[in-house]
């Protein structure tokens, strides 16, 4: 398979801009320096979406630091989860030519994702004792 010079420079281009941006995310906390955009949903409505405080917890994890990371949002570790599946999936087929069925193709798999996605989305906004542990 053949790739031409065009995909291959996006390719190298992206690959160079992801670990840029991975860079950012280790030397800089998001929570002490202000160049990383602050949550557009949060700023608007004062409520937490599911993905408030990822980059807190990219910062985190990148710095070695779990536990700290996933108790900004522990829906970090679903998405670790999922991606480290995938690159296993693509491993298998692409690589090793094994045919492996992939189970987030299926619908109950996703719906069950978003479904824990919700419910995450509304219990770190119930400010009571244990769902507050859930916020950022």
Known sequence: MAISKLKLSIIIIGVLVFFVLLALYVFWDPAEVNIFPKCPFYSVTGIYCPGCGSQRATHQLLNGNIIDGFRHNYLIALLALVLFYQAFIFIMNNLLNKGVTNLLHKSK????????????????????????????
Do not use: Q
Request: proline share 7%.
């Open 109 to 136: 798999v996703t719906l069950g994702i978003l479904i824990i996605v919700i419910l995450f989305w509304i219990l770190r906004n119930i400010n009571v004792f244990p769902f507050t542990e859930l916020a950022p």
